[in-house]
């Protein structure tokens, strides 16, 4: 036999054992099929809540009852109607909602960097029981704390207006220090995966801990920085509880409390404009995750491993 018959010879017995292992659809359904019935479930129950809010936005009407199938109209009065009614500056909520979660995040993401960092290369006392009170914190919800939150800023506002009720910078202090906790114990796990020799060599090349930190830990711990602040900035763009305890005037409201006012009375409950407030307020959220994407994982899970 030639070359080319025995090439062809091997194809054959190739196809005729890839057949032969070939499942019956049975038995596919026995051992793989379930699989992707459940995800298809999953998939439709995770997406059609969110498709019914979008085609409720598109409804001229304000009541969710004239809502009964999916996009039977498809009109952006609502969208346009946000942006003109003063007595609800929508565009004021979004620029409030925006800047506050951005400062916050990347604040609270800095400063749990940096006791991570402590935490995890320097040896001092009281060490332990710092990392101990992170942990015994975080068994407390936050609501315990609206009472106390509220004392502070109405005081210090006498003092400090900047810093006082219905101040941005006020919500942004309270927000800082909240999340603080949560950010510094998941980074310390991910600032401990990181070998301790590379700091000795750079300690040796003469290098202080300023700059081991800067030029060299920070760029290996990127993953757990973006997860930390796509954590931080999905919970500030969402929170209610907090935001409406500081803020009260029309202008400093974020969108979470603002979106409120148009379903809060009810006799008149706007839900085709909440609904539009809704998708435009999940637009940063989602453009965030999307770049944020490839380092979720590896900064999720770097810190559970050691080794």
């Avoid at 091997?10 to 099929?33: F, Q």
């Avoid at 995040?105 to 332990?128: D, Q």
């Avoid at 969108?255 to 407030?277: E, I």
Wanted: aromatic residues 12%; hydrophobic residues 50%.
């Amino acid at each position: 036999m030639t070359t080319a018959e025995v090439m062809e010879q091997n194809a054959m017995d190739e196809i005729v054992t890839i057949k032969k292992k070939r499942m019956s659809p049975a038995r596919w359904a026995m051992t793989m099929g379930w699989r992707h019935l459940i995800g298809l479930i999953v998939i439709v129950y995770s997406v059609f809540p969110i498709l019914y809010i979008l085609s409720v936005s598109f409804v001229k009407n304000s009541s969710v009852d004239g809502a009964t199938s999916l996009f039977s109209s498809f009109d952006l009065v609502n969208y346009f109607a946000l942006f003109q009614d003063p007595a609800r500056p929508f565009g004021l909520w979004y620029i409030n909602t925006m800047v506050i979660g951005i400062v916050t995040a990347i604040g609270s993401v800095f400063l749990s960097t940096l006791a991570a960092y402590a935490f995890s290369r320097l040896r001092f006392r009281g060490r332990r029981a710092g990392l101990m009170s992170l942990i015994l914190i975080q068994m407390f919800p936050s609501v315990l704390g609206l009472v106390a939150i509220f004392t502070i800023l109405s005081e210090v506002g006498k003092i400090f207006p900047v810093l006082g009720l219905s101040s941005s910078l006020g919500l942004i202090m309270a927000y800082m220090g909240g999340s603080l906790g949560t950010g510094t114990y998941l980074m310390y796990g991910f600032f401990n995966t990181v070998p301790k020799e590379i700091d000795e060599a750079a300690k040796i090349d003469g290098a202080t801990h300023t700059q081991i930190f800067y030029t060299i830990i920070l760029p290996l711990v990127t993953p757990i920085l973006a997860v930390n602040v796509l954590l931080s900035f999905i919970g500030i763009t969402s929170d209610f509880v907090l935001a409406s305890v500081v803020l009260s005037t029309p202008e400093s409201l974020t969108l979470a409390v603002g979106l409120q006012q148009f379903v809060s009375d009810p006799f008149s409950k706007d839900w085709a404009m909440f609904c539009a407030g809704a998708i435009l307020s999940a637009i940063p959220v989602v453009a965030l995750f999307l770049y944020l994407q490839k380092y979720i994982v590896s900064g999720l899970t770097g810190g559970a491993v050691k080794g």
